[in-house]
């Protein structure tokens, strides 16, 4: 579809009159289950936190409609407001919308950056509780997943975003093929499982949990906030990029510190890019060592080297779904339950 006709259908789809379709939910360990998507479903497309163009969105959207769903694109996307997509007041608006909307069975974000902890506060999440969908993306949408689980128990996907749909779907490599595709069996409701390498600093064992995290400088700055992660008996995966050694070092203190690495059931080390050390200040300990000695006194498994990240290899991950964590001298393995 050329983006000039795809943009004109888009703005008639955000009025045309959508079909109701009605919706159950499940539950998975005090978790409620948004409802699969079916061909025919809507997902809204909004930017509650970074800017992003209309022509931008036009892979990901036309990929969704290949895959059978119907898309409504938010007045945010084109919207700019210095590095956000519309002002606080415009993303929140357009993200109400969507949250109301019992059309709109997911909500991708299209990119992230940083904003949505400036409009979190002032949602309403009524009508979202009694009609749940999927809201889905990651890096600075690890506020929503956060603010999900904390304070409403319900499931949400961590995967890329519109941002990283590619232009030509037919010359994307085979990984970044299944990253993406890897939504789709998320939102139709196939059970996840992934694998990942053998690590020297693996420490061996299995877990079962409930699944939550996302990126780390997002969750250290959510800590003692109504957003703020809860970890007790869960697996938590963490990633991260663009940040300094002893930034890193700083995260997992706060984790450490807070309580939130010694409840939990297991803990999964996705792809952390790091800047390279002014040569004054070199830090002197690598993210293995980091982490291997914030985690040292606790007996819970520990993955690194997951596919989650700010990389090629950011599989679709269910937060606060049922997970069974097994790290082995073979590898490791992450499997919905």
Partial sequence: ???????????????????????????????????????????????????????????????????????????????????????????????????????????????????????????????FKANPKWIIGFSDITVLHSHL?????????????????????????????????????????????????????????????PLVGGNLKTLESLAGSTSDIETEGKILFVEDTGEYLYSVDRMFWNLKRTGKLSRLAGLIVGGIKVKQDDPSEYFGQTIYDIITDKVKGYNYPVCFDFPVGHQIDNFALKCGVMHELSVQSAGSNLKEI
């Fill in 1 to 127: 579809m050329k983006r000039k006709k795809f943009i004109a259908s888009a703005a008639a789809m955000a009025t045309a009159p959508f079909l109701q379709l009605n919706a159950s939910t499940a539950t998975s360990n005090k978790s409620t289950i948004p409802p699969y998507l079916k061909p025919g479903d809507m997902i809204g497309i909004t930017s509650p936190a970074g800017y992003t163009t209309r022509e931008a969105i036009i892979p990901a959207a036309t990929l969704l409609q290949q895959w059978g769903y119907k898309i409504r694109v938010g007045f945010t996307i084109g919207k700019k407001d210095h590095t956000f997509g519309g002002t606080d007041a415009e993303r929140l608006s357009d993200m109400q919308a969507l949250l109301d909307d019992p059309q709109i069975k997911a909500i991708m974000c299209a990119r992230g950056g940083y904003g949505s902890v400036r409009i979190v506060d002032g949602l309403n999440w009524e009508k």
């Fill in 149 to 209: 689980q904390r304070n409403m128990g319900i499931a949400s996907i961590h995967s890329k975003m519109c941002n990283s749909f590619p232009d030509i779907w037919d010359n994307a490599d085979a990984l970044q093929k299944d990253t993406i595709e890897s939504i789709k069996r998320a939102l139709a409701g196939d059970r996840m499982e992934y694998t990942a390498p053998v690590s020297n600093y693996n420490r061996n064992g299995k877990a079962k949990g």
